[in-house]
């Protein structure tokens, strides 16, 4: 199985300041790169997929980067509506596996 | 709009099985794919498996020997079973639409704890 391994586990950062958060992958997965939003109580939310293509309605400060083993998403300009768990999932091969999440919260 | 909801029993005993059923509306069963996914408490989700669109599935190898996935595309329902459940199979449920690029709509989970 591929393992995908994020970092930071947790991350408190201040309203209008840029985040990054990392994934790193047990081998190639070839830009078959997913990340998502959870708010706590709710269903998780697609933010991107290609590694880098922003999926509909997500607001234009995400943005993800990265190839090969290593991607990121990032986070422009902090708003209090981002306070969330994000996780990476990649679809390069089965099973389909994720991160184990980052914790946003505001400082 | 695209909407997929989960149904089943929140309680299952350990050894028993788990049936769950994935109402979808707002796309057709035989244009996209819905996977099952499943996520305890705290902790990240794992991909449990696929019913494709063409009617044929994936599993988590991990999962495989205790796991089906059927459907009714006449009814717009996606079916999870899984045998010898244990208690750490307890978590949320969650079927996703799966455009095979990421799960671009969740339902809303159902909660399955296992215990006697």
């Known amino acids: 199985d591929i393992r995908m391994t994020q970092s930071p586990a947790s991350l408190s950062a201040s309203l209008g300041e840029t985040v990054n958060i990392e994934c790193l992958a047990s081998?190639?997965?070839?830009?078959?790169l997913a990340w998502y939003q959870q708010k706590p109580g709710k269903s998780p939310q697609l933010l991107i997929y290609?590694?880098?293509s922003l999926q509909n309605g997500v607001p234009s400060r995400f943005s993800g980067s990265g190839s090969g083993t290593q991607y990121s998403l990032k986070i422009n300009s902090l708003q209090s509506e981002d306070v969330a768990t994000y996780f990476c999932?990649?679809?390069?091969?089965?099973?389909?596996?994720f991160g184990a999440g980052t914790k946003l919260e505001l400082k | 709009q695209v909407q997929l909801k989960e149904s089943g029993p929140g309680l299952v005993q350990p050894s028993e099985t788990l049936s769950l059923t994935c109402t979808v509306s707002?796309?057709?069963?035989?244009?996209?794919?819905v996977s099952w996914v499943r996520q305890p408490s705290g902790k990240g989700p794992e991909w449990m498996g696929r019913?494709?669109?063409?009617?044929?599935?994936a599993y988590n190898s991990a999962l495989k020997s205790r796991l089906s996935i059927s459907r009714d595309t006449s009814k717009n329902q996606v079916f999870l079973k899984m045998n010898s459940l244990q208690t750490d199979d307890t978590g949320t449920y969650y079927c996703?639409?799966?455009?095979?690029?990421?799960?671009?709509?969740w339902g809303q989970g159902v909660m399955v704890t296992v215990s006697s």
């Open positions: 996703t639409r799966d455009p095979l690029l990421g799960f671009d709509y």
């Open positions: 081998e190639d997965i070839y830009s078959d």
């Open positions: 019913m494709w669109y063409d009617g044929d599935t």
């Open positions: 290609n590694a880098n």
């Open positions: 999932q990649q679809y390069n091969n089965y099973p389909y596996t």
């Open positions: 707002g796309f057709s069963l035989t244009s996209y794919s």
